[in-house]
């Protein structure tokens, strides 16, 4: 950052900006514009740009983020501490689909390199995939997977790797509660992920709750096998009285495995369009900068891929409840703005279930990185979504069946909706990150994002894109936005790893279960 005092409002409505310099400002600090700190207050946290009498409403975004608990004079420190909550905008009285702009003009020309499926889906990586239809299963897979990776995997270069779709779901669970369906169809639809290229193999103990017929029943598959007829499932039951001793358990999914690495190393890359792009976008570890340079640069990224025709995803429910006004005006259709609000409203009953609600959200981290509450937070999180109309909703583990913009609904924790954006049927993932976090997943690619220079310099080999050069005025939000899209394409075609790829960075699946644990 330079050494000039400088902070950053977002809005000219604004009362309060947040001080952008590396490691804040001390108190004294005199700004350009005269104003003048009266306590040291640190990089990302709020500054009071005027006087703030009791009970006057905090504005940033041009959006009241919080109500002052006491008198707050010009200069000061503005934390959460400081501030009340607004209570949650009502689901009723929404504006339905009312903001009309005209379609941007399409953006022609842009292609990568990716392997396309019979089914007509394109994946940006070459995987075997080895579904798991309970946990018991796992260290066996793991063992069998070491195995493979060392014996088989050189055999078949064509193959990117051999992953574990590894969760914890499957048995001593409520198999039959009505909000079971939400786990079992996303590792269903995990399982039918453009990257694995149709070869769908199991593991499974036996005894599970989970069985694998219920998991994938037939025509769930939807590519079929040489001779036209539906593909059957490949299954390897560890129970199985064939299986004496752990090595004919390994002995067994290691030859099944072989039998897809053979048809998945004769895949090959060809041009497709941009157009076959299926992105899911996401923050973590947000900090109040995430709002002013990653997520914009997300957002500007976002509506170019909307323009080429691809297909993006944004989520995280609780991180979008304060601008659901923003949402329902956005929707194509009032039927979209409806399902929307629907979505809301069983997030908030399920919220309401576990005696919390959406301020829960909030971390020790966020809050040290100067994001007070949800409300503020949420301002910064919707931007990743962009300008262009919502073309459509997804439930927790529902499959996409179409392209542009969608608000496909999730948890905002980090492993959750990454994995019900992996079940929707993402090809590359968008991660930005504030506060910092290694997280990957084995199953796309993910892009990261660092929302400050400091953080980008410090985890030079973890961070794919430095998107603190916006508030260091080296870059424009559109320069980085084109940046990353020029990356997607990149990586997309194979011919660059993520960070994350070239360290194997992989968190485990975490398939969101609202549905009793017996």
Same mark, same amino acid.
């Given at each position: 950052?330079?050494?000039?005092?400088?902070?950053?409002?977002?809005?000219?409505?604004?009362?309060?900006?947040i001080v952008?310099?590396?490691?804040?400002l001390?108190?004294?600090?005199?700004?350009?514009?005269?104003?003048v700190?009266r306590?040291?207050?640190?990089?990302?946290?709020?500054?009071?740009?005027?006087?703030?009498?009791?009970?006057?409403?905090?504005?940033?975004y041009?959006?009241?983020?919080?109500?002052?608990?006491?008198?707050?004079?010009?200069?000061?420190?503005?934390?959460?501490?400081?501030?009340r909550?607004?209570?949650?905008?009502?689901?009723?009285a929404?504006p339905?689909?009312?903001?009309r702009?005209?379609?941007?003009?399409?953006?022609?020309?842009?292609t990568?390199?990716?392997?396309?499926?019979?089914?007509?889906?394109?994946?940006?990586?070459?995987?075997?995939a080895?579904?798991q239809?309970?946990?018991?299963?796992?260290?066996?897979?793991?063992?069998?997977?070491e195995?493979?990776?060392?014996?088989?995997?050189p055999?078949?270069?064509?193959?990117?790797?051999?992953?574990?779709?590894?969760?914890?779901?499957?048995?001593?669970?409520?198999?039959?509660?009505?909000?079971?369906?939400?786990?079992?169809?996303?590792?269903?639809?995990?399982?039918?992920?453009p990257?694995?290229?149709?070869?769908?193999?199991?593991?499974?103990?036996?005894?599970?709750?989970?069985?694998?017929?219920?998991?994938l029943?037939?025509?769930?598959?939807?590519?079929?096998?040489?001779r036209?007829?539906p593909?059957?499932?490949?299954?390897?039951?560890?129970?199985?009285?064939?299986?004496v001793?752990?090595m004919?358990?390994?002995?067994?999914?290691?030859?099944q !495995?072989?039998?897809?690495?053979?048809? @998945?190393?004769? #895949?090959?890359?060809? /041009? &497709?369009?941009? =157009? %076959?792009?299926?992105v899911?976008?996401?923050?973590?570890?947000?900090?109040?900068?995430?709002?002013?340079?990653?997520?914009? !640069?997300?957002g500007?990224?976002?509506? @170019?891929?909307? #323009?080429?025709?691809? /297909? &993006?995803?944004? =989520? %995280?429910?609780?991180?979008?409840?304060?601008?659901?006004?923003?949402?329902?005006?956005?929707?194509?259709?009032?039927e979209? !703005?409806?399902?929307?609000?629907?979505?809301?409203?069983?997030?908030?009953?399920?919220?309401?279930?576990? =005696?919390v609600?959406?301020?829960?959200n909030?971390?020790?981290?966020?809050k040290?990185?100067?994001?007070?509450?949800?409300v503020?937070?949420?301002?910064?999180?919707?931007?990743k979504?962009?300008?262009?109309?919502?073309?459509?909703?997804l439930?927790?583990?529902?499959?996409?069946?179409?392209?542009?913009?969608?608000?496909?609904?999730?948890?905002?924790?980090?492993?959750?909706?990454?994995?019900?954006?992996?079940?929707?049927g993402?090809?590359?993932?968008?991660?930005?990150?504030?506060?910092?976090?290694?997280?990957?997943?084995?199953?796309v690619?993910?892009?990261?994002?660092?929302?400050?220079?400091d953080?980008?310099?410090?985890?030079?080999?973890?961070?794919?894109i430095?998107?603190?050069?916006?508030?260091?005025?080296?870059?424009?939000?559109?320069?980085?936005?084109?940046?990353?899209?020029?990356?997607?394409?990149?990586v997309?075609?194979?011919?660059?790893?993520?960070?994350?790829?070239?360290?194997k960075?992989?968190?485990?699946l975490?398939?969101?279960?609202?549905?009793?644990?017996?």
């Open positions: 950052m330079s050494q000039e005092p400088l902070f950053i409002r977002m809005h000219e409505a604004d009362n309060v900006a952008a310099n590396d490691g804040g001390p108190a004294g600090t005199a700004f350009p514009s005269g104003l700190l306590e040291k207050v640190p990089q990302g946290h709020k500054v009071a740009l005027v006087d703030l009498p009791s009970g006057a409403a905090v504005k940033r041009d959006v009241t983020i919080g109500y002052a608990l006491q008198d707050i004079p010009a200069g000061s420190w503005v934390h959460e501490r400081l501030l909550m607004p209570e949650a905008r009502t689901l009723e929404l339905m689909a009312t903001a702009r005209a379609p941007a003009a399409p953006l022609a020309g842009y990568f390199e990716g392997y396309r499926n019979p089914d007509g889906s394109v994946g940006t990586r070459n995987i075997l080895i579904t239809s309970v946990q018991c299963v796992a260290g066996v897979t793991r063992f069998a997977i195995r493979i990776k060392a014996q088989l995997l055999k078949y270069p064509n193959v990117d790797d051999v992953v574990a779709l590894e969760h914890g779901y499957g048995c001593g669970v409520a198999i039959d509660a009505p909000d079971a369906v939400i786990p079992i169809r996303t590792l269903r639809n995990i399982s039918l992920n990257n694995f290229g149709g070869e769908v193999m199991v593991v499974s103990l036996g005894c599970e709750k989970l069985q694998p017929e219920r998991l029943p037939p025509g769930s598959i939807p590519i079929a096998d040489q036209g007829e593909q059957e499932l490949d299954v390897v039951c560890l129970q199985d009285e064939a299986h001793g752990f004919s358990m390994v002995d067994s999914i290691v030859r !495995a072989e039998t897809h690495l053979r048809r @998945l190393n004769a #895949r090959r890359r060809e /041009t &497709v369009p941009a =157009s %076959e792009l299926v899911g976008v996401q923050c973590g570890g947000s900090d109040a900068f995430s709002g002013v340079t990653a997520n914009p !640069a997300v500007f990224c976002t509506d @170019l891929l909307v #323009r080429a025709g691809a /297909t &993006v995803m944004f =989520s %995280e429910t609780t991180e979008v409840r304060d601008g659901v006004a923003q949402l329902t005006a956005r929707a194509a259709t009032p979209v !703005a409806q399902a929307i609000v629907r979505e809301m409203a069983w997030y908030d009953a399920y919220l309401k279930r576990g =005696s609600d959406r301020s829960a909030t971390t020790p981290g966020n040290k990185g100067g994001l007070s509450n949800i503020e937070k949420a301002m910064g999180s919707i931007v979504s962009g300008s262009a109309r919502i073309d459509g909703v439930a927790p583990g529902e499959k996409l069946k179409q392209k542009g913009l969608v608000y496909a609904a999730t948890p905002a924790s980090d492993f959750i909706c990454g994995t019900l954006q992996l079940a929707a993402m090809n590359l993932h968008v991660f930005t990150t504030g506060r910092g976090t290694p997280y990957g997943l084995a199953e690619p993910v892009i990261k994002v660092a929302t400050r220079s953080l980008a310099r410090r985890w030079h080999d973890l961070m794919d430095d998107a603190g050069t916006i508030a260091e005025g080296k870059a424009t939000i559109e320069q980085v936005g084109w940046e990353m899209f020029r990356l997607m394409l990149e997309a075609s194979g011919r660059k790893k993520t960070w994350a790829e070239q360290w960075l992989h968190n485990q975490v398939l969101f279960n609202p549905a009793p644990v017996t």
